[in-house]
C-alpha cells in the first residue's frame, strides 16, 4: 500500500519482541521485502518511544471516548479505530497547526461527513427489502465510529447483532446510548422514532414556507418537518412561513405536534466545542491566573452570563435551539415590516447577491439577556463596483474617541448609557437594483418557487448599507440639535445654555451617551425612539466586544472573554505561561522558518490580536511585528503567535484604568528603536498619549524611510507624537474641554529635541522631508512644548522593542494597566 499510495518504500521496522512481529511467516516476509527489522530488548520500552508514545495517546482517547458515554469496554477496539481516525484528522502544534492527514495527504479532506460522540444514541434508517409498512422506519443504535470503507458512519445494534454502515442517521449526541450505572437490556430500550424529514441530510433544515393568501392555512394531517433538538431534549416542530410577493417572508405556524417522548436520562449541558481542546495541558489551569471574587455581586453575575450564553456558528446548529429559530423568525418580521425586499423572477443576465445569518447576544445593564439577535446579512464581497454600488464610505466611531469619551465619563462622574437600533441599516434607501438569493432556511413553494428577493431597502452586508444608514442617521440626530464634531464625525454634541452638555457616539448601530444633563438625555432616547426601533440597554456594560466595569474608583476597560475565547479556540488555556510576549533575544525576518502550508489560519489569528490591542498596548508592538508577515508566514513566525498567547495566559483580564481622580492635559511619550527591522533596518515609531493620568492612544508603526541615526528616527517619532497631541486637542475643543496650557511631549533623546526646537544639526536633517519639520512650527506657537525624559520613565519603550520581564511589569504600571481579575 506504501509504495502504491506514496510511491515510497518501508525501509526498516521497529518492534518489541511480541509473538506476531517474530513469528516466521512474519520474518520471512520481511527478508523477501529487503526490510531490516529492528527489535527493543526485552522489557526496554524506552528503546521504541515513538511507537510506546503514540499508543499511549490512542489509548487516552480511548478512555474519554469509552467513559464520556458509558460506553462498555467490550466496545474499546472500535474505540481504538475512532480515535486513530479523530487523532489523524485534528491538526497538532508539532506539525505547525497541520493535521497528520494533511502532511501525508495535501489536497484531501479532513471530515468528508460531520464528527458525532462516539457512543451516542442514533437512528438509522432501516432500508431492509423486508421492511413492510407498520415496522419501524429507523433502528436504534449506537453511535462506534466510521467506516473505513466508505463514506457512511458505523452504527451497532445490540439487538439483532447487525452493524450498519450508513449515511442516512439521526443523532442525539446528549443521550448515551448506555446508561450511567448499567448497561441497557434490550427492554429497556425505547420504540424506535419515525423521521419525518429525510435523513439524507445531518442536520435538519429550516424548511420553508407556503404563499400566503387571503383564506385560513389548512390543518394538515401531519407536519412537514420535525426536529429534534440537542439542548434539551425536546422534540418541536419549526413553523412554517408565508411568502408574500409584496412584503417578503414571515414565519406563521400552520401546525402543531404531540408532546416529545420523555427520555429517561437527564439531559447534558454541551459546551460550545473547542477546536484543539483535547489536546491542552492542565499542569498550568486558567484559574491560577483569573478571578472574580473581587468584582461586586452584579457585576460577577454579569460576567457569568457572558459565559454561559453559546452563539451558534451556523444556521443548523442555530435551527436546532428554539431560542435562535425564535431570533430568526423575529428578524423575518422586521423585514417583511419595513418591506425591505419583494419576491420576483430574475431577469435573464442579472446575478444574484448570497446572504447568511450572524447570530449574537444583547445584554442588559443588570447583565441579563435582552434578546437574542439572528441578523441577514447579504454578502456584499459579490456585489459589482460602479454597477451594483457607487460610493460607500461611511465613518464608525474611533476606538481612541470610546476612550476619550470613558475618559470624561470617569473624572466627571457622568453616567454611561448604551442603546441599540434595531435593524439599523433597514432604515437607509437603496438606489441601485439588487436582486438578493432568499434567506437560509426560508424557501420558496407554489407560484413563488424559484423567485428572488429584489431589494427596496439596504440591508446588512451591502457596500452602500453603512453610508446610507449613517445619512439617515446624521439626518435625525442633527435635527434634534445635535452638532457634529469635525474631528470625528460620528460624534454629536449638545450643549445647553448653562453649560450643561450630551455627548452622543454612534458606532454602526450601537450608541453611547454621556454628559451632565440627565434630562436631556432621557429626551434624546425618547426623540430617537419616535424615529427608530430603540433599546435602551442601561449602563454600558459591554461594548465592540470590551468589557467595562465601573466602581468609584474610576472605570476599567478590558477584552478578559475575547481573550479567554481566543486562547480556547487555539486549544491554549492549559499551556504553560510566559512572562513576556516576545523573547527579548527573538530577531524575526521574512525567512526564518519555512513557510506555513494554511496561511489563512496565521493570518486570522493575528487579525484576532491585532483587535486585543484595543485595550493591551503591552501587546501593540509585538502584534506589529507578527503582523509584517501575513503576506507569506513561516514556521517561526506562528512559534512568536503562540508565544503570545502564552503570555495572554498570565492576565486574560488585564485593561486600561481610568481613575476618577483625574488631571486634565494632554502629553505625549515618544520613542523610536533605531534600524530595528532585520529586514529593511527601518526604525519603528512609539507613542502614547495621555489625557491627564489616562492613557487615551498608543501606536507602534514602522516608520516609511530608512534613518540615517538615532536623533532622525527620534525626530520622525516626535512628529507623528505632535500629530496625535493636535488632534486629541481639536476634539477636545468641540467637546467644551478647551486646553488651555501646552501640551508636553516627552522624548528621550535630546539630540532630537534640539533638532525639533531649532533647525541645528543641518548636515544630519538636510535630508528630512519638509512635511516632518511642521513640529517647529508647534513649538513657535506654544502648542508643544517638548522635554527630555529619562529613559527609566520612558512610557513609549515597550511600543518599539520587546523587553524583559522586569521591565515589562514597569511598563504596564505607568502606562496605568490594571488587571481586576487577578486572583489575590
Known amino acids: 500500500m506504501i509504495k502504491t499510495q506514496f510511491n515510497t518504500v518501508v525501509r526498516a521496522i521497529r518492534s518489541d519482541n511480541g509473538g506476531e512481529y517474530i513469528s516466521d511467516g512474519f520474518c520471512s516476509q520481511l527478508n523477501q521485502k529487503g526490510i531490516l527489522q529492528q527489535l527493543s530488548c526485552p522489557y526496554t520500552p524506552e528503546q521504541n518511544g515513538v511507537a510506546e508514545r503514540k499508543n499511549r495517546h490512542i489509548m487516552s482517547i480511548v478512555r474519554c471516548l469509552l467513559s464520556g458515554m458509558h460506553v462498555p469496554k467490550s466496545y474499546w477496539h472500535m474505540a481504538v479505530l475512532t480515535a486513530v481516525y479523530l487523532i489523524n484528522r485534528t491538526p497538532s502544534r508539532v506539525l505547525h497547526s497541520m493535521a497528520p492527514l494533511q502532511i501525508l495527504k495535501p489536497d484531501c479532506t479532513l471530515f468528508s461527513i460531520l464528527p458525532r460522540v462516539f457512543g451516542c444514541t442514533c437512528f438509522v434508517q432501516n432500508r431492509s427489502p423486508h421492511r413492510t409498512k407498520l415496522d419501524n422506519k429507523s433502528v436504534k443504535c449506537i453511535f462506534l465510529g466510521y467506516s473505513a470503507m466508505s463514506k457512511a458512519y458505523r452504527c451497532y445494534d445490540p439487538v439483532s447483532r447487525h452493524l450498519y454502515h450508513s449515511l442516512d442517521v439521526t443523532f442525539f449526541e446528549d443521550v448515551p446510548f448506555y446508561s450511567t450505572h448499567s448497561t441497557l437490556q434490550v427492554s429497556d430500550l425505547s420504540p424506535s422514532i419515525e423521521i419525518t424529514s429525510p435523513l439524507a441530510r445531518p442536520v435538519p433544515i429550516f424548511d420553508s414556507m407556503v404563499p400566503e393568501s387571503s383564506s385560513p392555512p389548512v ?20 413553523p412554517d412561513s408565508s411568502l408574500d410577493p409584496g412584503s417578503g417572508m414571515s414565519p406563521t405556524p400552520l401546525v402543531s405536534t404531540p408532546p416529545p417522548p420523555t427520555s429517561r436520562y437527564p439531559s447534558r449541558v454541551r459546551q460550545a466545542p473547542s477546536r484543539f481542546g ?26 457569568g452570563k457572558l459565559e454561559s450564553v453559546s452563539i451558534p456558528r451556523s444556521v443548523s446548529a442555530a435551527l436546532q435551539d428554539p431560542k435562535w429559530v425564535t431570533a430568526m423568525q423575529a428578524e423575518m418580521n422586521a423585514l417583511q415590516a419595513n418591506q425591505t425586499w ?164 454612534v458606532y454602526v448601530d450601537d450608541i453611547i451617551l454621556t454628559g451632565d444633563d440627565a434630562p436631556g438625555i432621557s429626551q434624546v432616547k425618547q426623540d430617537l425612539g419616535k424615529v427608530f426601533d430603540v433599546k435602551d440597554l442601561g449602563s454600558l456594560r459591554y461594548f465592540l466586544g470590551i468589557e467595562v466595569a465601573r466602581s468609584r474608583n474610576g472605570i476599567s476597560l478590558s477584552q478578559r472573554k475575547y481573550t479567554l475565547d481566543l486562547l480556547q479556540d487555539t486549544g491554549m488555556l492549559g499551556c504553560r505561561p510566559a512572562s513576556t510576549p516576545m523573547d527579548p533575544n527573538l530577531k524575526l525576518s521574512t525567512e526564518s522558518g519555512d513557510l506555513l502550508l494554511n496561511p489563512s489560519m496565521y493570518q486570522r489569528l493575528v487579525g484576532r490580536l491585532i483587535y486585543l490591542t484595543n485595550t493591551r498596548p503591552d501587546l501593540t508592538f509585538v502584534v506589529s511585528v507578527v503582523s509584517q508577515f501575513m503576506h507569506a508566514p513561516r514556521t517561526a513566525h506562528l512559534d512568536a503567535v503562540y508565544h503570545i498567547l502564552r503570555y495572554l495566559k ?132 506654544g502648542i508643544i512644548v517638548p522635554s527630555f525624559v529619562p529613559s527609566s520613565d520612558q512610557t513609549a519603550d515597550v511600543l518599539t522593542k520587546p523587553v524583559g520581564p522586569s521591565l515589562l511589569q514597569s511598563s504596564i504600571v505607568k502606562l496605568g494597566l490594571i488587571d481586576i481579575f487577578a486572583p489575590t
Open 650 to 781: 498570565t492576565s486574560p483580564g488585564l485593561g486600561l484604568f481610568y481613575s476618577a481622580s483625574h488631571q486634565s492635559g494632554l502629553s505625549c511619550f515618544t520613542d523610536a528603536d533605531y534600524a530595528g527591522s532585520q529586514t529593511d533596518r527601518r526604525s519603528t515609531t512609539g507613542l502614547s498619549t495621555f489625557y491627564g493620568n489616562h492613557l487615551i492612544s498608543w501606536k507602534s508603526k514602522k516608520q516609511a524611510v530608512v534613518s540615517r541615526s538615532s536623533a532622525e528616527a527620534e525626530y520622525r517619532a516626535m512628529a507623528q507624537g505632535t500629530c496625535e497631541i493636535l488632534w486629541l486637542r481639536s476634539i477636545l475643543n468641540e467637546l467644551g474641554f478647551t486646553e488651555k496650557d501646552s501640551s508636553q511631549l516627552f522624548c528621550d533623546n535630546k539630540s532630537a529635541i534640539m533638532l525639533a526646537s531649532d533647525s541645528v544639526l543641518h548636515e544630519r536633517s538636510k535630508h528630512i522631508e519638509v512635511d516632518i519639520h511642521f513640529i517647529r512650527e508647534k513649538i513657535r506657537s
Open 342 to 505: 419583494e419576491l420576483v423572477p430574475l431577469p435573464a443576465g442579472e446575478k444574484t447577491v448570497g446572504c447568511k445569518w450572524v447570530f449574537t447576544v444583547k445584554y442588559m445593564a443588570d447583565s441579563s439577556v435582552d434578546r437574542y439577535k439572528a441578523r441577514l446579512v447579504a454578502k456584499g464581497f459579490t456585489q459589482v463596483p460602479g454597477k451594483d454600488f457607487g460610493a460607500t464610505f461611511a465613518p464608525v466611531a474611533k476606538l481612541t474617541s470610546v476612550r476619550l469619551l470613558v475618559s470624561l465619563a470617569a473624572s466627571h462622574s457622568w453616567p454611561l448609557h448604551q442603546l441599540d437600533i434595531k435593524n439599523a441599516f433597514l432604515h437607509g434607501d437603496l438606489l441601485e437594483t439588487i436582486y438578493m438569493d432568499t434567506p437560509p432556511g426560508f424557501r420558496a413553494e407554489g407560484e413563488y418557487a424559484g423567485k428572488v428577493c429584489r431589494l427596496r431597502k439596504s440591508l446588512y452586508g451591502l457596500k452602500q448599507s453603512p453610508r446610507a444608514w449613517f445619512s439617515r442617521f446624521s439626518e435625525v440626530i442633527l435635527s434634534m440639535e445635535f452638532v457634529r464634531c469635525h474631528s470625528d464625525h460620528t460624534c454629536f454634541i449638545r450643549r445647553r445654555l448653562d453649560g450643561c452638555c450630551i455627548i452622543l457616539l
Open 278 to 303: 483535547w489536546l491542552s495541558s492542565t499542569n498550568h489551569p486558567i484559574s491560577q491566573y483569573i478571578s472574580y471574587f473581587g468584582l461586586s455581586d452584579s457585576y460577577r453575575a454579569f460576567i
Open 219 to 238: 390543518q394538515r394531517s401531519s407536519p412537514p418537518l420535525q426536529v429534534y433538538t440537542r439542548r434539551p431534549r425536546t422534540q418541536s416542530p419549526l
